[in-house]
């Protein structure tokens, strides 16, 4: 909470004092927030485990952490907003040659997280692939192992918020993957190009392991089979990557 109050407190001074370096410095602390986040979030999951606090608590207190990082967001973009109009710098927006694509679900942590991973896994250097969720929860581990088995290891990502992606305004294209996530949009940027491909989330099956890996699979090749048709009508084909 201190840093996130004190990054706040430096992003405004250095917007009304016009201090670059002020900005910048501020801009650097955001990165220890995001390392606290995880790290909180990581003892609340420890103490649930371990029944020291009540499981109705667990929500409330990733609440909370999530909103004190949310101001040292908004904080990074006062300071972001500040070197622009001191500088002339446009850190806020990064070279225009790379084909920026979101992928969003309710909690980042199955659906979504799988499909930034089968994208990424294409190894197309003009793109840059993103998941982020509504309410982001940690990754299921039905999620890990599977995603495990095609080669793909997801157990140290930590799962983002949507207002947690940097540049938000310079993705070309967001994927919403379930209902609930393409609610989350009811202004939608003209300039973005949004799709709906509303997916089943896997992780919340009660079936036996069988049904439920079968499941994963049938998301695994639906969003693969998706991604490749997205991709390969953004790109030319007649180009040397010939598509994916």
């Given at each position: 909470a201190n840093l996130s109050i004190s990054m706040f407190h430096d992003s405004v001074k250095a917007f009304l004092d016009q201090d670059p370096e002020l900005a910048k410095?501020?801009?650097?602390?955001?990165?220890?927030?995001?390392?606290?986040?995880?790290?909180?979030?990581r003892k609340i999951v420890s103490l649930l485990s371990e029944q020291?606090?009540?499981?109705?608590?667990?929500?409330?207190?990733?609440t909370i952490v999530r909103k004190f990082e949310r101001v040292s967001d908004q904080?990074?973009?006062?300071?972001?907003?500040?070197?622009?109009?001191?500088?002339?710098?446009?850190?806020?927006?990064?070279?225009?040659?790379?084909?920026?694509?979101?992928?969003?679900?309710?909690?980042?942590?199955c659906q979504s997280q799988m499909a930034e991973a089968i994208a990424s896994s294409f190894?197309?250097?003009?793109?840059?692939?993103?998941?982020?969720?509504?309410?982001?929860?940690?990754?299921?581990?039905?999620?890990?192992?599977?995603?495990?088995?095609?080669?793909?290891?997801?157990?140290?990502?930590?799962?983002k918020a949507v207002h947690q992606i940097p540049n938000l305004d310079h993705y070309q294209v967001i994927v919403t993957l379930s209902e609930e996530a393409l609610k989350a949009f009811p202004q939608r940027p003209r300039k973005v190009i949004f799709l709906n491909w509303p997916t089943p989330d896997p992780s919340k099956l009660s079936d036996s392991q069988t049904v439920k890996t079968g499941s994963y699979e049938k998301t695994y090749d639906f969003l693969k089979n998706?991604?490749?048709?997205?991709?390969?009508?953004?790109?030319d084909t007649d180009e040397e990557s010939g598509g994916v």
């Open positions: 410095k501020s801009i650097e602390i955001e990165a220890a927030v995001d390392v606290l986040r995880l790290d909180f979030n020291k606090i009540p499981a109705e608590s667990v929500d409330p207190l990733m904080a990074r973009n006062i300071c972001m907003e500040a070197l622009y109009m001191i500088t002339g710098e446009y850190t806020k927006h990064p070279g225009a040659d790379v084909f920026r694509i979101l992928f969003v679900d309710e909690n980042n942590s190894n197309l250097p003009k793109f840059i692939f993103s998941s982020a969720g509504i309410e982001p929860l940690q990754i299921d581990r039905s999620t890990i192992e599977f995603m495990k088995s095609k080669g793909i290891d997801l157990a140290r990502v930590a799962p998706q991604i490749k048709d997205l991709v390969n009508a953004i790109i």
